[in-house]
């Protein structure tokens, strides 16, 4: 079993929808949680990140962390077509500098 | 500020030839990794250096893969010999060891090396 699992994708939605991504994982002792975005043929871009539980808004961006589950999602409100990307989630542990990513989830906004 | 530095862009040779990817991480950082990213197993953590120091490199592939990092400022990962299985997107990050508040940092990633093996 991997480490972090995310669903691929693709999911397509229409421009202006909510977009929920999300990521489970099964060692409990990640603390910090990342959301990177990544264009096509570009590096990751970091997004969101957050330590340990709850919740972080950053404009059209929220991230959710849920320990008790090990679950964490990214919502986007609004969506443009500028975010179609690739999106990971990235986790590491408190004491540890490895950081594990998920897969990635491809998203296309439509016009 | 500038990112971290990735060169070359494109790498195209054949089976057998030694192949250098090069890294300049962002000035300050005292961490630097190294990832492969294909599309069937996703972006894999190679090794990674703290202060110059290879900590990790157990996700090294094979003894064909070697990962220096002689000063702050420049990392190289060699692979030698290539092979086509070894073709990917090559991508260097960086990132600082926990500040003031103690909290880890994330990762600054450059473009990466699109590696194709022939």
């Known amino acids: 079993q991997k480490e972090v699992e995310q669903d691929p994708g693709p999911l397509s939605v229409p421009e202006g929808a909510i977009v929920s991504l999300n990521c489970t994982y099964s060692?409990?002792?990640?603390?910090?949680f990342m959301w990177y975005r990544q264009y096509s043929r570009k590096g990751p871009e970091l997004l969101m990140y957050?330590?340990?539980?709850g919740n972080k808004e950053d404009g059209r961006f929220t991230a959710q962390v849920d320990k008790s589950s090990k679950y964490i999602s990214l919502f986007i409100r609004d969506s443009q077509p500028s975010d179609s990307a690739t999106y990971l989630c990235?986790?590491?542990?408190?004491?540890?500098?490895?950081?594990?990513f998920g897969s990635g989830t491809k998203l296309n906004v439509k016009p | 500020d500038a990112g971290v530095i990735q060169s070359p862009r494109h790498e195209v040779t054949e089976m057998g030839q030694e192949v250098t990817l090069r890294c300049k991480p962002i000035?300050?950082?005292?961490?630097l990794f190294w990832y492969r990213q294909t599309m069937m197993r996703g972006l894999e953590l190679l090794i990674y250096?703290?202060?110059?120091?290879?900590?990790?490199d157990s996700g090294m592939p094979e003894d064909r893969f070697s990962a220096k990092m002689p000063n702050a400022s420049f990392s190289t990962l060699k692979i030698q010999p290539s092979e086509p299985r070894d073709s990917a997107v090559y991508f260097c990050?960086?990132?600082?060891?926990?500040?003031?508040?103690?909290?880890?940092?994330?990762?600054?990633f450059g473009d990466g090396t699109r590696l194709s093996i022939l």
């Open positions: 957050t330590y340990s539980s």
């Open positions: 990050a960086s990132t600082h060891g926990p500040v003031v508040t103690g909290l880890r940092q994330p990762q600054h």
């Open positions: 990235a986790m590491s542990e408190d004491n540890f500098n490895k950081f594990y």
């Open positions: 250096f703290n202060n110059n120091v290879p900590i990790d």
């Open positions: 060692n409990s002792a990640f603390q910090y």
């Open positions: 000035s300050g950082h005292d961490y």
